[in-house]
């Protein structure tokens, strides 16, 4: 049950400290929207975190799942995902996914493959599907990240993603989908995301209460 904050490169350290202070587990580096997204400022930051005793998820979102263009983003992938702990593709981004794979898996580093819909939960046998065609791109984690329009929506998504094998990441968007990120823990979701300063996607809790709530309801 691990907690990450996603951070860009404005306010870093400011962010970096708060979340060693306040209790995350994980920061992810949200390279996309990184004002210098060169190779040696990120590694820097990657070690930052590390030395700060956190793990880091390396994501340089796609602008077709809610990023923006990133002209070296393959060299990005390729250079620095052997120095991260996790990092992010999205299933969408086949094109690339052979080359971030092989970087991942010859450092002993997990992969994550994700799926983002932020205008509705699709129905089951799609859901299903999005976990199957993830793991076969050779996914440790699948993130399915979906947008909630009711709480059946929720329930649906957690429960077809507790019924799917391996480690997953289950998250509903929006304000209904809100729950998900504290009660996917309990349907096997092994990460979830919060914020310090300004959230990036409707629906994340603030760190400090998300930790809170961990504890009060997971011990």
């Known amino acids: 049950m ?3 904050v996603p951070l860009n490169d404005r306010n870093f350290q400011e962010g970096l400290k708060v979340c ?3 209790g995350a587990d994980i920061v992810e580096l949200r390279v996309d929207m990184f004002e210098k997204p060169d190779i040696k400022h990120i590694k820097n930051l990657i070690e930052e975190v590390h030395k700060a005793g956190l793990k880091t998820i390396l994501t340089i979102r796609s602008e077709k799942e809610g990023g923006k263009h990133i002209e070296n983003r393959e060299e990005l992938f390729r250079e620095l995902s052997p120095i991260s702990d996790y990092t992010d593709i999205e299933l969408s981004s086949q094109d690339i996914i052979p080359v971030v794979r092989q970087a991942v898996k010859s450092s002993g580093k997990k992969l994550i493959i994700s799926y ?3 205008e509705m939960t699709p129905s089951d046998w799609i859901l299903r599907e999005i976990f199957r ?3 076969r791109w050779g996914a440790d984690i699948v993130k399915v990240a979906t947008r909630a329009n009711s709480y059946q929506d929720v329930a649906r998504l957690l ?3 507790h019924q799917e094998e391996g480690e997953k990441i289950l998250i509903c968007m929006g304000k209904m989908g809100s729950i ?3 009660a996917g823990f309990a349907f096997g979701s092994v990460i979830s995301y919060a914020f ?3 959230a990036v996607a ?3 809790i603030h760190l400090r209460e998300m930790v809170k709530l961990r504890s009060f309801f997971y011990g």
């Open 116 to 118: 983002h819909n932020f």
């Open 159 to 161: 429960c077809v993603g």
């Open 2 to 4: 691990l907690i990450a």
């Open 133 to 135: 065609e993830a793991k």
């Open 196 to 198: 310090v300063d300004e």
């Open 20 to 22: 060693q202070e306040a």
């Open 202 to 204: 409707e629906g994340q």
């Open 180 to 182: 998900s990120r504290l």
